[in-house]
């Protein structure tokens, strides 16, 4: 009896859910706290990264960052300006990381001194929001630019996040942005995560990120949203397929 797409999916999500909790366990004892980051491509996640980096290296964390893009290395280029290590990684097109591929470069690159791992995830908010990598917390990110409804839309990523940051501030009133309604939005998928207002380039918002990440270092409690859905349908996914290309 042939297994229906949806079996192959979950077992492939189980799968990675399994290998997440493992390599979590593992870096929670080597004392490395990893933080998945999750946008749209343009929210600036790269931007607040960079800084939030910086910020940490000039208060002596050590810190790294890996960056997850279907191509270029450019993204690497500029977190590196921040004088913390970091690693591009080329998914070959693929829209999501994935606990094993994780792991890999946990493995063969990870300087064995990091507190704190940053993970770039690739710039999507469907098909990354479904795979657990082993995050000790999950932040999602979005733009003003986007519009406030989009906890609405993805309600998987923003469901699952344990901290929300909206981005680019300084852009609301030329957007016409209603923070009250996305505020309300958020709250209406996640009851009780936090939001953070950034806007990077004026630094508004990087410390306060730097602190709740470091807070969770330290052993803080962090928000736990209730499982969210994740109708993930996807060909690669459900076939198992994973990254094939690591610069």
Not at 41 to 46: C, D, N
Request: with cysteine.
């Amino acid at each position: 009896m042939c297994e229906s797409m949806d079996d192959v999916t979950q077992a492939v999500l189980a799968k990675n859910d399994g290998l997440a909790a493992s390599l979590r366990d593992e870096l929670t004892g080597r004392g490395v706290t990893v933080v998945n980051l999750l946008s749209s491509p343009g929210s600036g996640k790269t931007e607040l990264l960079g800084r939030v980096l910086a910020r940490a290296v000039e208060q002596g964390v050590p810190v790294a960052a890996l960056t997850a893009d279907l191509a270029t290395e450019n993204d690497a280029h500029r977190l590196a300006r921040s004088g913390a290590p970091v690693k591009q990684l080329l998914t070959d097109g693929l829209c999501h990381l994935e606990a094993r591929q994780l792991r890999g470069h946990v493995e063969s690159w990870l300087p064995a001194d990091t507190a704190l791992l940053f993970v770039e995830n690739v710039g999507n908010l469907v098909c990354p929001a479904s795979y657990d990598l082993g995050e000790s917390l999950r932040i999602v990110l979005m733009a003003v630019t986007e519009g406030e409804d989009k906890p609405l839309k993805y309600p998987t990523a923003f469901g699952s996040a344990q901290l929300v940051v909206l981005t680019k501030t300084d852009l609301a009133e030329a957007a016409g942005f209603d923070e009250s309604a996305f505020l309300a939005h958020v709250q209406r998928v996640n009851p009780g995560v936090e939001v953070v207002r950034s806007c990077a380039r004026g630094g508004e918002g990087v410390d306060i990120v730097l602190e709740r990440v470091l807070a969770v270092r330290d052993g803080a409690p962090v928000h736990r949203p209730p499982l969210a859905p994740r109708p993930h349908r996807h060909d690669d996914a459900a076939s198992g397929l994973t990254a094939g290309r690591v610069s």
